[in-house]
């Protein structure tokens, strides 16, 4: 497999001199992420995941994760379980009603998994805090207590190109899926993917004809260690996304295991650079979604998003990685 081809680095634009009143489309995005808080507030006795957040909010499944944390400072989950400990608490301190009452009203489905919960995220249960404690208190209002919120220092994003890809033919590229998220890392995940799909081509010859290397974390993370979260790694052969060269092809590489072919949405795409480590993207992700995004005034499709990736770790250090975000617009 040659190795991916690198776009010249541009420079960093500053930022704003002055501060701009909120667009029209920065104020549409707020409002709807402004429902799906609504939403959460009055029905924390129930489920609440990503995708049907999204539906209520009127947002696109494939983005509406990733406007939320932006916009929120927190994922979903992490949101969710947030306020759900808030209510707990409030309703432990203020009546006499059995633990299992109280976590069922704010949707935890046992007495066991609230005080599993306020244990992990409080280091309290709900008898002490019955007994007047007060650290639970001081651990659901202390900042650090919000680990997902992004830092001072966030990079600020700007499109380096912008790219087309044309709707015909759909151009479709190899995948595998892993799952799980381990100490809020999908590593383990992204090399069980990269192995399965690399091995996979190299048995079946094609290795040569791979062209573009890409991934996709599809899911809102339930929590740091959540079993479920996916992570799809992607063989593109025949063209380069980077520089849009070439035909794509579908060598015949025997489907097996979690293999699948996955079409790339033809259309326009904002295209952003990040250079360092893969743990740092987040921020990247976060400053697109969050100060990018609405301040453009662009549109999203509802298409997934994606991750290019220019160099590989077995290329350079880490902290020269080149990644490309590429972000569906209309």
Same mark, same amino acid.
């Given at each position: ?136 208190w001081a651990m659901l209002l202390h900042p650090d207590r919000l680990t997902d919120t ?75 260690? $959540? ?12 063209? $380069? ?90």
């Open positions: 497999m040659r190795r991916m081809p690198r776009r010249p680095a541009l420079p960093a634009l500053p930022p704003p001199a002055t501060v701009r009143p909120p667009s029209a489309a920065a104020r549409r995005q707020a409002t709807r992420i402004g429902r799906a808080l609504a939403h959460i507030e009055s029905h924390l006795d129930g489920p609440l995941d990503a995708p049907s957040l999204a539906d209520h909010a009127a947002l696109s499944r494939h983005h509406f994760h990733r406007l939320f944390q932006a916009q929120v400072g927190l994922s979903v989950a992490r949101y969710v379980t947030w306020r759900r400990l808030q209510r707990a608490c409030a309703l432990l301190v203020s009546g006499s009603e059995p633990v299992l009452q109280v976590a069922l009203a704010v949707g935890f489905e046992s007495g066991q998994a609230l005080a599993k919960a306020m244990r992990r995220e409080l280091d309290a249960s709900p008898s002490a805090l019955r007994r007047g404690h007060t650290r639970p992004l830092t001072p220092g966030a990079p600020t994003m700007h499109p380096t190109p912008w790219a087309t890809q044309p709707t015909h033919p759909t151009l479709m590229a190899l995948t595998a899926t892993a799952r799980g998220m381990v100490e809020r890392t999908l590593v383990r995940a992204a090399q069980q993917a990269f192995g399965e799909l690399r091995q996979a081509v190299i048995g079946a010859g094609a290795l040569d004809q791979v062209r573009s290397v890409i991934s996709l974390c599809p899911d809102d993370p339930l929590g740091p260690d $959540d079993p479920h979260c996916r992570y799809v790694a992607g063989y593109v052969f025949g063209h $380069d996304l980077a520089t849009l060269q070439g035909d794509g092809c579908q060598p015949p590489v025997p489907l097996s295991g979690s293999l699948a072919w996955w079409p790339i949405a033809g259309g326009r795409y904002a295209v952003f650079s990040h250079l360092g480590p893969y743990n740092t993207l987040h921020r990247s992700w976060t400053a697109i979604y969050r100060d990018w995004l609405p301040a453009s005034g662009e549109q999203l499709r509802d298409v997934p998003p994606l991750e290019l990736c220019i160099t590989l770790p077995d290329s350079v250090p880490a902290e020269q990685l080149h990644t490309e975000i590429w972000i569906p617009v209309r």
